[in-house]
């Protein structure tokens, strides 16, 4: 799976990336009521430029990403200088209020994620093959706050479609792995995607106490 998220960097295989924030994002990020200055944790964040967004509504941001060439490219086409350090097995990047952690997420852990307040999952879960999405849904449950809230955008592809990645995640999965630790709340389905029959929707989590509530 890593080999092959980041070969598929090397080539330029990233057909997932968008040019644009996620209007999804735009739409519902405001009604979570995060509160300004909350550091935002995203997962598998590529060089997506919702962290862009996150960063100029007041959010400093923390992505993890396995891909070098990913980390890379984002920090080439933002502006201002870049600050470098390691932390255990993360190289670490800097630009303004973003933090890049290149690296494995899993083993990325609480005592980094300390500052971290609310989080945002556009292309993560849906990254990961069905026998990972468990353990990712646990790992982030660990990381995140009680009470903290944070944004989910899942995929279904058209019936018969079993490729990926991008992974078929539907609204029971993404119940029977989050509920245990997050209340759900389900936004919207966006319409099929043309020529692709994928189709997004959207989701707002509240991490529960330590006894489900």
């Known amino acids: ?25 735009v ?52 502006v201002g200088e870049v600050s470098r350090y390691h932390h255990d097995s993360f190289a670490v990047s800097r630009q303004g209020s973003i933090e890049l952690w290149c690296g494995d997420f899993f083993h990325f852990h609480i005592e980094e994620a300390a500052e971290i307040g ?11 093959p069905e026998a990972t999405r468990q353990r990712y849904a646990f ?23 079993e490729g990926g990645p991008p992974y078929s995640v539907g609204a029971e999965e993404i119940r029977a792995l989050f509920e245990p630790n997050f209340e759900l709340v389900h936004l919207e389905d966006g319409a099929p995607e043309p020529g692709s029959g994928f189709r997004e929707s959207v989701w707002a989590l509240t991490r529960r106490g330590p006894r489900g509530d």
């Open 1 to 25: 799976m890593n080999d092959e998220w980041q070969r598929r960097w090397r080539e330029g295989r990233i057909g997932f990336h968008r040019d644009a924030e996620h209007p999804a994002l």
């Open 27 to 78: 739409r519902h990020w405001p009604a979570l009521g995060v509160t300004p200055g909350t550091k935002v944790l995203v997962p598998l964040c590529g060089k997506s430029l919702d962290m862009r967004w996150l960063a100029r509504h007041d959010h400093p941001v923390l992505g993890i990403e396995l891909a070098e060439e990913a980390i890379e490219q984002f920090l080439a086409e933002g």
């Open 118 to 128: 609310a989080f945002y999952d556009r292309a993560a879960l849906i990254a990961l």
């Open 139 to 161: 790992h982030l449950a660990q990381l995140i706050p009680p009470g903290s809230r944070g944004l989910l955008i899942g995929l279904t592809r058209a019936p018969g479609d």
